[in-house]
């Protein structure tokens, strides 16, 4: 008896534990002049640093996303357009995101803490 629950408490310490999923946030640039950054449809004004998810919609080809802050520095192309999705690790600082070609209006920033 004492081998099997020996044997079962063995097996429980080698199951990864889950820390569950990594948050998706949601970019989206044009097909007008705007350009949004949301999590849970909430536009996102601060976060907590970690690894998220980025699926960004980039609706026009005379637009852009490109999110630049601590360690990032990423850009859909203009030209292109389509759903591009990228892994960052945001760390403590202010990010900006821009539409390059549109920068005067089409940004917008956050807080990571």
């Known amino acids: ?3 099997i629950a020996f044997t079962a408490l063995v097996a429980a310490l080698a199951v990864p534990v889950a820390h569950g999923a990594t948050p998706t946030l949601k970019g989206s640039v044009g097909p007008g002049f705007t350009i949004t ?4 449809g ?6 907590k640093a970690g690894t998220y998810r980025l699926v960004v919609a980039d609706r026009a080809a005379i637009h852009n996303f490109h999110l630049r802050g601590p360690g990032v520095n990423k850009a859909t192309g203009v030209g292109s357009s389509g759903t591009t ?9 202010k990010y900006t995101y821009v ?3 549109h920068a005067s ?9």
């Open 1 to 3: 008896m004492k081998i």
């Open 99 to 101: 539409c390059d070609p």
């Open 42 to 47: 909430t536009k996102v004004s601060k976060l």
């Open 85 to 93: 999705t990228w892994t960052v690790k945001l760390k403590a600082g």
């Open 105 to 113: 209006g089409m940004k917008g920033s956050f807080r990571v803490t």
């Open 37 to 40: 950054l949301t999590k849970g």
